[in-house]
T-cell receptor
Framework: AQTVTQSQPEMSVQEAETVTLSCTYD???????LFWYKQPPSRQMILVIR??????QNATENRFSVNFQKAAKSFSLKISDSQLGDAAMYFC???????????FGQGTRLTINP | DGGITQSPKYLFRKEGQNVTLSCEQN?????MYWYRQDPGQGLRLIYY???????QKGDIAEGYSVSREKKESFPLTVTSAQKNPTAFYLC??????????????FGPGTRLLVL
């Protein structure tokens, strides 16, 4: 079965600190993409960052970076210099090349403490 | 501004009633999707459409129907056969389908509640 596991239902961090959200996934495919989406209180899903599985270099987008460990099927998200606007649900997801759907984890609620 | 719009923001359904959720995009995307989100869970795919006049069932299509008569529009009907319709519904689109490099972009969602 294709699954995504986010083992931390909730996380909290002090403003300006760094936090890492965990994600593991299970697929037998070799060609796929991994994503982190953010869902703020407005509930719109916003793409944060994505990683192509065939690329060894970890993706970065400003304060957001990933640690992609393909053999371990691990895809964690690091948020540096946390800001109040980062407070949201964060969903890890993957999509197999040729498939239609994104497979989502259950999400991690991130709270930023001022 | 290009984007995806969904309406209404909140929708109430009475017992035995069919209701339709609207999704419109002006991104010129070929592919469109409907996902359902239940509390404490991630999203699950209901239906997707790769091109006008074509659509396919996702993982949880029972009790739902769709149409794709225009490239810009992909409405979802929640029928009376859907016994547990209370959820948050998200529409998404991508340039093409089946290519994971084509990121799916999401609309703001519709919250459906049963009276």
């Amino acid at each position: 079965a294709q699954t995504v596991t986010q083992s931390q239902p909730e996380m909290s961090v002090q403003e300006a600190e760094t936090v890492t959200l965990s994600c593991t996934y299970d697929t037998s495919e070799s060609d796929y993409y991994l994503f982190w989406y953010k869902q703020p209180p407005s509930r719109q899903m916003i793409l944060v960052i994505r990683q192509e599985a065939y690329k060894q270099q970890n993706a970065t987008e400003n304060r957001f970076s990933v640690n992609f460990q393909k053999a371990a099927k691990s895809f964690s998200l690091k948020i540096s210099d946390s800001q109040l606007g980062d407070a949201a649900m964060y969903f890890c997801a993957y999509q197999i090349q040729g498939a239609q759907k994104l497979v989502f984890g259950q999400g991690t609620r991130l709270t930023i403490n001022p | 501004d290009g984007g995806i719009t969904q309406s209404p923001k909140y929708l109430f359904r009475k017992e035995g009633q069919n209701v339709t959720l609207s999704c419109e995009q002006n991104l010129n995307h070929d592919a469109m999707y409907w996902y359902r989100q239940d509390p404490g869970q991630g999203l699950r795919l209901i239906y997707y459409s790769q091109i006008v006049n074509d659509f396919q069932k996702g993982d949880i299509a029972e009790g739902y129907s769709v149409s794709r008569e225009k490239k810009e529009s992909f409405p979802l009907t929640v029928t009376s056969a859907q016994k547990n319709p209370t959820a948050f519904y998200l529409c998404a689109s991508s340039r093409t389908s089946g290519r994971a490099r084509e990121t799916q972009y999401f609309g703001p969602g519709t919250r459906l509640l049963v009276l």
